[in-house]
């Protein structure tokens, strides 16, 4: 099995949100919440309608998800930005869905159960083929992807490591693909 990378180009980000949006609005909306919230598929495909509204405003979108991680056990309270609130708002108000239903419900189950992990996976890659680009994608892609942006806009290794639960620096490191980057920059920086 081939390791997964981040998606380090925005402009393939965009044409991959763009090949979803046109899709599916249901594909889309989990996509940008994988970008945009570091989850790990399992906890992303276990979030319900009630997770990401508000208590006191129907269609209003909640301004914090609270998940307890299915890996971990720990809990992950984290806002969700405008972009994740956008893609939200348009699936449900596209697939009226009720409020005990999975958020990302699989069309083979009647809406009970959320798409498998396996389905979740044939959609990025799919959409990535539509966007006509050629890169090795996979669930885990979201959540690198969304690390990696936040480490090249400053965020140190240490919090990153931290906010997805990593067990050292080094592992945050190597999951999103600095390492080999850091190592090439090093050779290539000085002639001599």
């Known amino acids: 099995m081939k390791t997964v990378q ?15 949006y046109r899709h599916n609005l249901r594909d889309y909306a989990m996509f940008v919440l994988g970008i945009n919230s570091g989850l790990r598929i399992s906890d992303l495909l276990n ?5 990401v509204i508000s208590n006191t405003k129907p269609l209003l979108m909640a301004d914090r998800i609270v998940v307890k991680e299915k890996k971990t056990g720990k809990t992950r309270d984290f806002p969700v930005n405008l972009s994740a609130k956008a893609a939200l708002k348009e699936h449900l108000i596209q697939a009226h869905l009720e409020t005990g239903s999975p958020l990302f419900p699989s ?66 490191i190597r999951y999103i693909g600095i390492e080999q980057e850091q190592l090439d920059r090093i050779v290539l920086e000085d002639c001599l």
Not at 10 to 15: M, R
Not at 47 to 51: A, K
């Open 6 to 20: 981040p998606i380090k180009k925005k402009s393939h980000i965009e044409a991959i949100k763009m090949a979803l």
């Open 47 to 51: 979030l319900n309608v009630e997770d």
């Open 107 to 172: 069309r083979e189950e009647q809406g009970n159960k959320p798409i498998s992990r396996s389905q979740a996976y044939n959609i990025i890659r799919q959409a990535t083929k539509n966007a006509g680009l050629k890169l090795q994608v996979g669930t885990h892609t979201m959540r690198k992807t969304f690390s990696y942006h936040k480490y090249k806009k400053g965020v140190e290794i240490e919090t990153l490591s931290k906010l997805l639960n990593h067990s050292s620096p080094g592992v945050t």
